[in-house]
């Protein structure tokens, strides 16, 4: 018999076209503890194990019940809140916090394929945008009906922390299916600044791998997801938008903000890895024409090749809520 017994899930969906929307999770289970114990619940993301929440409980013996919130697809909410809803598969765990016993670890097989975010009108074509948490954050104070363009619906879908490396070799179809595609909808794929800003050298300082050599594999891998995805959908334009470019130096003052943000990289590092990155795929592009290339950055380049500062956040990696960048991004694609 099980310390921990779930006995049944169900989730509450909120309004789809809200901004501050959000889900409810509630998950009933059987306590079979016999002293009254200090405990962590865990809910994490199980396709690209990126995002994660938590709570902690007090009981013992007998039948209980918690609760989650996700957060909605525009939000960045570090790390607090699952994003993109609960319309995935989710790995929930029950921990003693005295001693550190894992209680329980289960998967809660969820698959909610959300066809009302395709709007008011679902025949109209869209342009999903799936990416890390950049795109959301460009998005996070605009309101849905303003992704509504003459020709299309722009839908952003960001998820915190997702490198593009980690989403490669995930899997990233499992992860589309959740989401209503149809034939015409344009695919769009906005990953790469946080591995040229940060995941590559962190893998560099933790393995002493050349920094040249991890973009290699991390190129290789993103190159094979995309035909991937081409293969997989055939019936849809397929995009990749380029990363941002990369900021100076001197944007993060801080030494907590250095570490969390930039992580033993310097701005000309960063650079090199971002012309690297963008050259691979302009050059695979045009080689195969299995998909095509966006280079948004243009609309907000700085100088010497680095990202205007006043677009960003401040003591942050992120760009500004940003109405215009999806404007800009509109006319790129609306006659595609």
């Known amino acids: 018999m099980n310390k921990i ?12 076209n809200d901004n501050k929307r959000n889900d409810i999770l509630r998950v009933d289970y059987i306590s079979n503890l016999t002293d009254n114990k200090k405990i962590k619940v865990e809910l994490k993301d199980n396709l690209f194990n990126v995002e994660k929440q938590s709570m902690f409980v007090e009981h013992g013996n007998g039948h209980f019940f918690c609760s989650f919130q996700s957060a909605g697809v525009h939000k960045v909410n570090n790390g607090l809140k699952i994003t993109d809803s ?10 003693d ?8 670890e289960e998967i809660i097989d969820i698959k909610f394929v959300d066809k009302s975010l395709r709007g008011e009108n679902p025949s109209k074509k ?14 996070e104070k605009i309101n849905y009906n303003e992704f509504n363009y003459d020709k299309l619906y722009i839908k952003p879908i960001s998820k915190i922390g997702l490198s593009c490396n980690r989403f490669s070799n995930s899997n990233f179809l499992n992860y589309l299916s959740h989401f209503p595609i149809i034939d015409d909808d344009l695919i769009l794929l906005n990953f790469g600044e946080i591995d040229c800003r940060m995941a590559i ?9 050349d920094k040249t050599i991890i973009l290699k594999g991390v190129l ?29 130096d001197e944007h993060i003052s801080t030494s907590q903000g250095k570490k969390e943000f930039l992580f033993n990289s310097n701005e000309n590092d960063r650079k090199i890895l971002h012309n690297k990155f963008v050259k691979f795929l302009c050059d695979m592009s045009e080689l195969n024409n ?47």
């Not at 017994?5 to 789809?16: M, P």
Request: charged share 30%; with cysteine.
């Open 5 to 16: 017994e779930i006995k049944s899930h169900y989730i509450k969906y909120g309004e789809r």
């Open 290 to 336: 299995k998909f095509k290339t966006i280079d948004m950055s243009k609309y907000f380049e700085g100088e010497n090749e680095f990202i205007d500062r006043k677009f960003l956040t401040n003591e942050d990696c992120h760009m500004k809520s940003n109405k215009q960048y999806f404007d800009f991004l509109y006319q790129e694609i609306k006659d595609v």
């Open 97 to 104: 916090v005295e001693n550190n016993e894992i209680l329980l």
């Open 201 to 209: 050298h962190k893998k560099n300082y933790d393995k002493n791998i």
């Open 126 to 139: 869209v342009a999903w945008i799936f990416g890390d948490s950049h795109i959301g954050h460009i998005a």
């Open 86 to 95: 609960f319309i995935h598969p989710l790995k929930i765990s029950f921990t």
């Open 220 to 248: 290789q891998n993103y190159i094979n997801a995309i035909y991937k995805i081409r293969l997989n959908y055939p019936n849809n334009e397929l995009f990749v938008i380029l990363p941002n470019r990369p900021f100076k």
